[in-house]
Nanobody
Framework: QVQLVESGGGLVHPGGSLTLSCAASGTFFSIDTMGWYRRAPGKERELVATITADGSTNYADSVKGRFTISRDNAKHTVYLQMNSLKPEDTAVYYC????????????????WGQGTQVTVSS
């Protein structure tokens, strides 16, 4: 059983910073791409940033230059450093990851975390 657990959400003033963490646990062969998504009230879930196993990153235009995604492969953890936060960054942030899991063969399975609330408000 594989699990993703996010932490680090909360309330922050505009212009402030916050760091989200997402730790993977369970039994798996390896973790491929990890990423962060968010769903703002009344909107569809959207990509925030992704990072591959070798460290290649991809960001939504709305967060480029303000957010930084990173990962610690030894700890099976992905981070999202969020700076210069704006009210429009308010959302539930979800961690996502592709796992290689050994069954009869190696299979790729995608998992989501439960989400963590980030609120940017004065």
């Amino acid at each position: 059983q594989v699990q993703l657990v996010e932490s680090g959400g909360g309330l922050v003033h505009p212009g402030g910073s916050l760091t989200l963490s997402c730790a993977a646990s369970g039994t798996f062969f390896s973790i491929d791409t990890m990423g962060w998504y968010r769903r703002a009230p009344g909107k569809e879930r959207e990509l925030v940033a992704t990072i591959t196993a070798d460290g290649s990153t991809n960001y939504a235009d709305s967060v480029k230059g303000r957010f930084t995604i990173s990962r610690d492969n030894a700890k099976h953890t992905v981070y999202l450093q969020m700076n210069s936060l704006k009210p429009e960054d308010t959302a539930v942030y979800y961690c996502n990851a592709d796992f290689l899991v050994r069954q009869a063969i190696l299979v790729r399975l995608n998992y989501w975390g439960q989400g963590t609330q980030v609120t940017v408000s004065s």
